[in-house]
């Protein structure tokens, strides 16, 4: 084309009445930041630190406040840990559209701002043995687990198909690092803020949860519905096909039931243990061992789900994780409690990993089928903590 015939087209296209886009960036093209992959599993292992921390006081600090009257059926000591599930059930459908409208800077520090409220709240509920207080605490503390499950779907979104498993088995092997430093930092905590049992375990989870917001404002602007347009994902799938209704059924029902096993002990087994004579420190590192148990299987879980496939890894995770769950609540002898506490741990790991992989190898979720799979995983682990 010569110059003269670019000159008229581009008068053309620029001539009173009409309307153009003068700008290029706003053309389709590849996202030019990187994915802050290092910050995304540094976020998601404080998440998890803040998880570990709050699961392991939150069963027995109910069994301590809780009201000696009744409420029917309804175990009043469970209700902490059932409000912080449900706290990240009732945040798993805003959370998703907030962080595709907002992106994910925004959206994962709004969710570590809820958590450092709850955290203080439920601490300073410790200090004054407020039963309704913890449970507030404990719904704003599972209000910022519901924002920080989307990590993985972050971790997933951007990765071609031969990367995805291992992104998101490197972001869930973070987590493991939580648990390992969990029981020392919670000792100390604990030694600082004596008498008030807990309350140091739930300020300390409340600064997990300042940290995973210093990371999450520092993560590269990346939309959930940009994701088909970052350049690792043009370079390893250039087509993106979307995810099938259908498709989500089996990824959720096997995640859902994962998860429902593994609150059931949860809320059960460290009540077991004090029965059976153990004390609070030894629980708590119980609970610890039962957090890297939950994440750090998953390092390995990308290179065995390329081998047998993610159903499979799923599916036979889930028969792992009910069949301990089932010890767990008859066992009488706090080894054999732990160990299978541990199983519970190991199951849900990799039937977490295998359906997320399921879910995202099937086609590109909306947000509003990410809302849904991660909202029943959630539903189902609250139905859990009464089973």
Do not use: K, N
Request: net charge neutral.
């Amino acid at each position: 084309m010569s110059g003269a015939d670019l000159l008229a087209v581009e008068s053309e296209a620029a001539r009173a009445g009409r309307l153009g886009c003068a700008c290029p960036e706003d053309a389709p093209r590849a996202l030019r930041r990187s994915l802050g992959s290092g910050r995304l599993a540094a976020g998601f292992a404080l998440v998890v630190l803040a998880q570990a921390l709050t699961l392991g006081a939150l069963p027995l600090a109910g069994a301590m406040l809780a009201p000696l009257e009744s409420a029917g059926s309804l175990p009043l000591a469970s209700l902490p840990l059932a409000a912080f599930l449900l706290g990240a059930a009732l945040a798993s459908l805003p959370a998703s559209f907030l962080l595709d409208t907002f992106g994910r800077r925004a959206g994962f520090a709004l969710g570590a701002s809820l958590g450092v409220a709850g955290g203080l709240l439920a601490a300073y509920a410790m200090m004054l043995a407020a039963f309704p207080m913890l449970v507030l605490g404990a719904l704003w503390l599972g209000a910022a687990q519901g924002f920080g499950m989307f990590y993985r779907h972050a971790a997933a979104f951007g990765a071609g198909s031969d990367g995805r498993g291992a992104a998101v088995a490197r972001l869930i092997g973070a987590g493991a690092l939580a648990g390992l430093v969990g029981p020392l930092l919670a000792g100390t905590a604990e030694e600082l803020f004596l008498p008030y049992t807990f309350a140091g375990t739930l300020v300390l989870a409340a600064l997990a949860q300042l940290g995973a917001l210093a990371f999450a404002v520092a993560l590269p602007e990346a939309r959930f519905s940009h994701a088909e347009l970052t350049v690792e994902a043009m370079q390893a799938a250039p087509v993106s096909t979307p995810l099938a209704w259908r498709a989500l059924v089996l990824p959720t029902l096997l995640g859902a039931l994962a998860w429902g096993a593994m609150t059931s002990a949860m809320a059960g087994a460290p009540l077991s243990l004090a029965g059976c004579g153990v004390g609070v420190p030894l629980i708590s590192g119980v609970v610890a061992w039962h957090v890297v148990a939950m994440y750090a299987p998953a390092l390995a879980g990308g290179a065995l789900a390329r081998r047998i496939g993610a159903t499979p890894l799923a599916a036979g995770a889930l028969l792992l994780c009910v069949g301990a769950a089932v010890v767990a609540a008859q066992a009488s002898e706090a080894g054999l409690i732990a160990a299978a506490f541990l199983a519970v741990g190991t199951g849900w790991s990799l039937a977490t990993l295998g359906a997320t992989l399921m879910l995202h190898a099937a086609g590109t979720p909306t947000r509003l089928q990410l809302a849904v799979h991660d909202g029943l995983l959630l539903t189902t682990a609250l139905v859990g903590t009464f089973v």
